[in-house]
Nanobody, 130 residues
Framework: QVQLVESGGGSVQAGGSLRLSCEVS????????MGWFRRGPGKEREAVAS????????????FTSPSVKGRFTISRDNAKNSVYLQMNSLKPEDSGMYYC???????????????????WGQGTQVTVSG
């Protein structure tokens, strides 16, 4: 059974940083793209960042609000079956539940759309105050 387990969430002041991790098991991790999503209070879940199977290509959707470009960085370590989201210059509007997810695709664009994704973690809470 495929399992995705997120960690690294917590409470932080505005301007601070957090690093989220997602460990995947029972899966051919290095064959497939990975994505990070978030759901803020009263909002729909949205894509935040995604990465190709190899880690060479990343994607940060322009429709993410607030924009994460230049503040968030997605990366992966295929040897550890893990994907990461480094979040810097955090804003209160970044607060929410963060999820990692994956599906049967290789490109980061594939993993930016929920309807493509088959496996999801339970989420980790991020709260930004200030």
């Amino acid at each position: 059974q495929v399992q995705l387990v997120e960690s690294g969430g917590g409470s932080v002041q505005a301007g601070g940083s957090l690093r989220l991790s997602c460990e995947v098991s029972q899966y051919d991790f290095n064959r497939y793209c990975m994505g990070w999503f978030r759901r803020g209070p009263g909002k729909e879940r949205e894509a935040v960042a995604s990465i190709s199977f190899s880690g060479v290509t990343t994607y940060y959707p322009s429709f993410t609000s607030p924009s994460v470009k230049g503040r968030f960085t997605i990366s992966r370590d295929n040897a550890k079956n893990s994907v990461y989201l480094q979040m810097n210059s955090l804003k209160p509007e970044d607060s929410g539940m963060y999820y990692c997810a994956t599906g049967p695709g290789a490109t980061p664009e594939f993993c930016a759309f929920e309807s493509n994704l088959k496996y999801w973690g339970q989420g980790t809470q991020v709260t930004v105050s200030g």
